[in-house]
C-alpha cells in the first residue's frame, strides 16, 4: 500500500505564500500522477492542481497564475508553490497519487491532509 505524507501547511497572511510537500513511500511504484486538492469546511473536496510523469500540468481556475504544480519523480514527490494567497484558499490541502490520471480523485492513494489558513 501506498503511503503518502505531506507538509508545509500553516497559518499565512492575505498576500503571502506557502509551499507543500508531499512524498509517497519509496516502495510505491506505478505512479504516473500526483496531484494536490482541497476541501474548505462545510464544502466538497476539488481539484487545485495535477501533474503527469510527462509533465502535464492542470489547475483550477482560481488558483491559475498564483500556484504552480511541480514533481521530483525521482524522489516520488510532488510540490505546491502557493502565492499572493487569500482567505478563500483556505482549507485542508491533500496530496495524492495514482497510476493514472483517471484514476487519481477516486482511486489514488491519498495523505492525511495539511491545513493551510490565510488570514484576512
Known amino acids: 500500500q501506498v503511503q503518502v505524507v505531506e507538509s508545509g501547511g500553516g497559518l499565512v497572511q492575505a498576500g503571502g505564500s506557502l509551499r507543500l510537500s508531499c512524498a509517497a513511500s519509496?516502495?510505491?511504484?506505478?505512479?504516473?500522477?500526483m496531484g494536490w486538492y482541497r476541501q474548505a469546511l462545510g464544502n466538497q473536496r476539488e481539484m487545485v492542481a495535477t501533474?503527469?510523469?510527462?509533465?502535464?500540468?492542470k489547475y483550477a481556475g482560481t488558483v491559475k497564475g498564483r500556484f504552480t504544480i511541480s514533481s521530483d519523480n525521482a524522489k516520488k514527490s510532488v510540490y505546491l508553490e502557493m502565492n499572493n494567497l487569500k482567505p478563500e484558499d483556505t482549507g485542508v490541502y491533500y496530496c495524492?497519487?495514482?497510476?493514472?490520471?483517471?484514476?487519481?480523485?477516486?482511486?489514488?492513494?491519498w495523505g492525511q491532509g495539511t491545513q493551510v489558513t490565510v488570514s484576512s
Open positions: 501533474i503527469t510523469n510527462g509533465g502535464t500540468t
Open positions: 495524492a497519487v495514482a497510476p493514472g490520471l483517471l484514476l487519481l480523485n477516486r482511486f489514488g492513494s
Open positions: 519509496r516502495n510505491s511504484f506505478n505512479i504516473n500522477a
